[in-house]
């Protein structure tokens, strides 16, 4: 499956005081997520309580910024609210669920080596985390993940593997990356069992993430 990035207009995040966002920091099996989740949000704002609950229900905690008691945020925001960003970088604006919390979550652990001996993930467990990840990677043949990326140019797609290359080489996981004009197509599996274990696609989704950070970084 192909997908085209595209290049949409950055959304800035005002730097002040009140917008110091809080660490969310969850322990599930011994994997530790850390992230800065800030909420912009506003009184009487119906839309703003649901994305409070779906942040709560995602197990996070977010800093609130009310942008009616700043007139650099009622500017730049107005009506446009709730905004959640994510580590200094827009995610979600107006309308936002716990699930929607999921690829983030993933994208935050830490991809742990692979001794061997451990079976690949499989059927339920494996369409489980899947669906966390929440993107377009294919599962082919429940063996490896891949994905292409489409770039304007040689160069963007250049610039955009060497940004993976510095993930994997950071995480110790490395995947099979194919370079061409306009495209990079990674595929990703645990060659140690030969097939797909869960680093896979924590991978997957922290390679995911390279393209929010690139296009509404603040």
Not at 42 to 59: M, W
Not at 71 to 94: C, K, M, T, W, Y
Not at 102 to 130: D, N, T
Request: include cysteine; aromatic fraction near 8%; proline fraction near 6%.
């Amino acid at each position: 499956m192909r997908i085209a990035v595209s290049r949409p207009i950055p959304r800035e995040a005002p730097v002040t005081s009140a917008t110091l966002p809080l660490r969310s920091n969850l322990s599930i099996c011994s994997r530790v997520y850390a992230m800065e989740v800030t909420l912009y949000t506003k009184s009487d704002c119906p839309l703003c309580d649901d994305a409070k609950e779906a942040i709560h229900a995602a197990g996070l905690t977010a800093q609130e910024v009310d942008i009616d008691r700043d007139p650099e945020l009622q500017r730049r925001f107005s009506n446009d609210v709730p905004v959640v960003f994510i580590d200094g970088v827009e995610a979600f604006r107006h309308h936002v669920a716990a699930d929607d919390f999921k690829p983030f979550l993933l994208a935050a652990e830490k991809c742990i080596p692979c001794r061997g001996g451990v079976p690949p993930l499989k059927g339920k467990e494996l369409k489980a985390i899947r669906d966390s990840l929440g993107s377009d990677w294919n599962v082919v043949n429940e063996h490896h993940l891949e994905k292409e990326f489409r770039f304007k140019d040689f160069a963007e797609a250049l610039a955009f593997t060497n940004k993976v290359g510095a993930i994997a080489e950071a995480e110790g996981h490395h995947p099979d990356i194919y370079v061409a004009w306009g495209k990079v197509r990674i595929t990703i599996w645990t060659h140690k069992i030969d097939g797909l274990t869960r680093s896979d696609f924590v991978l997957a989704a922290k390679i995911d993430r390279l393209l929010d950070t690139s296009a509404r970084r603040t």
